[in-house]
């Protein structure tokens, strides 16, 4: 019954904002996150980064539908008062519905098999004419060719970090294993982590780990300020960075 569910005011709900102390908002429901934060498949940073905050927009954007079954667990007891969705949470949610409908967020499997023919293809025309080739234009060729085959490497590591290059979970997996850590040589794993708090706080100086690059490069003289990197501040009462709708939109799915 209405008089036997417990509130809690948004003031309430973001003095739980700190490690070990997380609770998050979705669709008016509170969960406690602190113990979970440490196994979240998407890293530890973007629970801390939206902690204390209604994340309903965020879950739905970066979760697939299967998640929704283990939030019971995580919750409170406690919902929202007076818990509302804004104007542009609305429009939002309305767009990736009309999008989902016309199947915009379906994998292209001939897509991805074109793009994985095509890299294959240039690392075989480099090691031919490296290894077979003794012509100076040829290995300056390989050399350009080489790079055109590193940079469509990483694109299909950041495709298959979101999961949409292959039609199962493990053979996005298998793909990003040898895009990210063999071909381009960077851990998938630590770039899935630091790339998920990106596209939650996409382009925030406070929290986006992608323009973290101090001391070798500094995006802003605002970094100068301080060497190590802040929580997020930059979201609005959604608990959503300004730039997440639009980032939200074209990863979903």
Not at 60 to 88: C, I, M
Not at 195 to 214: G, R, T
């Amino acid at each position: 019954m209405e008089c036997d569910k417990k509130y809690i005011t948004i003031q309430q709900l973001e003095q739980h904002n700190k490690p070990g102390d997380l609770w998050v908002s979705i669709n008016g429901k509170v969960y406690n996150v602190s113990d979970w934060s440490k196994y979240h498949p998407g890293g530890e940073t973007p629970l801390l980064n939206l902690a204390g905050k209604d994340v309903t927009d965020a879950f739905t954007a970066y979760h697939p539908a299967t998640a929704w079954q283990y939030l019971n667990k995580f919750f409170t007891g406690y919902r929202l008062k007076d818990y509302k969705v804004s104007e542009v949470s609305k429009d939002y949610r309305n767009l990736i519905h009309e999008f989902t409908k016309a199947g915009m967020f379906e994998n292209k499997g001939h897509t991805a098999v074109f793009t994985l023919t095509s890299v294959a293809a240039m690392f075989g025309f480099v090691f031919y004419g490296v290894l077979c080739c003794n012509s100076l234009w040829v290995h300056l060729c390989s050399a350009m060719v080489l790079g055109m085959a590193w940079i469509q490497s990483a694109y299909i590591g950041h495709d298959s970090g979101h999961y949409i290059v292959m039609s199962g979970h493990g053979w996005n997996k298998l793909v990003q294993l040898i895009t990210g850590n063999c071909l381009t040589g960077i851990s998938i794993a630590w770039w899935k982590w630091t790339h998920n708090a990106h596209h939650i706080a996409c382009n925030s100086l406070d929290c986006d780990p992608d323009l973290q690059h101090i001391p070798v490069f500094a995006v802003s003289s605002w970094l100068f300020n301080s060497m190590a990197a802040m929580e997020a501040r930059d979201v609005n009462n959604s608990g959503v960075s300004k730039n997440f709708l639009w980032e939200a939109v074209t990863i979903h799915g």
